[in-house]
């Protein structure tokens, strides 16, 4: 179990977040998401969250942007860190298909003894699930070594000390319900309340449970208006009620061939039905860095986070303190990256992370 120091991490990227998004209310905490922890979850009386929040100003974007660069020595880059942290979804794959030089680079980081995790923020599987995912693409990958938001969501709950007699309302995918039950927790809803339907008629009142204590909203190809309505009766008349979200991803690849709408069109419908804002537990929020750091012992300095969104993945490296690599072959394009607009930066970019084989990087 996490401690609390963790816990709050979540809501101190939710604030740096916030600061890049200017139409966004610095709303986040765990009861009014306005820093403070509910007493109801926590225990003994509401107290303002310790944390100094990190905000990203246009001083220090700046700063990111200039430092930016291509990738031109990989080895050097190797050899600066002990660890890489790689995104899944338009890094490792797209889709169900498996980017071209990926098992031979993931071998050869291996070979020189460096740690592999693999952190994805889509919450349809969970961590066993995606380790039969990565052997199907030919990939021997250790479930110790996937994290997904699925069981973010999950850990989260568990750092927080939960009450076990809450139940948690799920609008999302088996992912997130396979993880909740390995922690112990109740839940309701999921793929099963996709099925179900409102009947509108005069003086209907629709009934939900009181003991609901979370609402965890993540992607859901099952997502309907029953579970919109249930959603936000729990988060606005039961006490308390947390607000949780894998992640806000705009678009996912469920396929190569285009983008799809993702997780946080979800999440934005109870934010606009709630009118408050959730605690998002996959990147960026800290949340999985810091759980990763204190599981595996690493010194987030000897980190490389590798992704393709630069909202997400890099984003989340940064907010960690590591070093960032942008790759793309996913969601993020050289012009995005180059756009005036863009103020996230990473420390290098490449194509691909093949480009890892060549001592000396492809040009993009």
């Not at 979804?89 to 169900?96: F, Q, R, T, Y």
């Not at 999440?267 to 929020?285: H, I, M, N, W």
Request: with cysteine.
């Amino acid at each position: 179990m996490l401690s609390r120091s963790v816990a709050s991490a979540v809501s101190q990227v939710s604030s740096s977040t916030s600061a890049l998004l200017p139409n966004s209310k610095q709303l986040f905490s765990f009861k009014t998401l306005c820093g403070y922890r509910s007493s109801s979850f926590c225990g003994g009386s509401i107290r303002k969250i310790n944390h100094k929040p990190l905000r990203m100003t246009s001083s220090n974007m700046t700063t990111r942007a200039m430092a930016s660069k291509q990738l031109e020595n990989a080895d050097q880059l190797i050899d600066s860190v002990e660890t890489f942290i790689f995104d899944c979804d338009g890094v490792i794959w797209k889709g169900d298909k498996l980017i071209e030089g990926v098992p031979e680079t993931l071998d050869m980081l291996r070979a020189k003894g460096k740690r592999l995790v693999f952190v994805t923020n889509n919450s349809t599987k969970s961590r066993k699930q995606y380790g039969k995912k990565f052997e199907t693409l030919g990939l021997n990958v250790n479930e110790e070594e996937i994290f997904a938001s699925s069981f973010a969501a999950a850990a989260y709950l568990q750092s927080i000390n939960f009450p076990k007699d809450k139940k948690v309302y799920v609008i999302g995918e088996e992912g997130i319900l396979k993880e909740l039950e390995l922690a112990g927790f109740q839940y309701l809803g999921g793929p099963d309340d996709g099925k179900k339907q409102i009947e509108l008629k005069p003086g209907f009142l629709m009934e939900h449970e009181h003991d609901v204590g979370a609402v965890v909203v993540g992607f859901d190809r099952y997502f309907n208006y029953y579970k919109i309505q249930y959603g936000t009766l729990c988060i606005r008349e039961n006490p308390g009620c947390l607000f949780i979200a894998t992640n806000r991803d705009a678009v996912t690849h469920l396929t190569d061939a285009q983008e799809w709408a993702g997780g946080g069109s979800m999440v934005g419908a109870l934010v606009g039905s709630t009118q408050r804002e959730p605690l998002v537990v996959g990147k960026p929020s800290t949340f999985m860095m810091d759980y990763l750091a204190d599981k595996f012992g690493i010194q987030k300095s000897q980190i490389c986070m590798v992704g393709d969104r630069l909202d997400t993945d890099i984003l989340f490296g940064q907010n960690g303190g590591c070093k960032t690599l942008l790759v793309l072959s996913g969601v993020t394009s050289i012009s995005m990256l180059e756009s005036p607009d863009n103020k996230i930066q990473p420390d290098f970019y490449t194509s691909k992370i093949s480009d890892f084989l060549s001592p000396k990087a492809a040009t993009v």
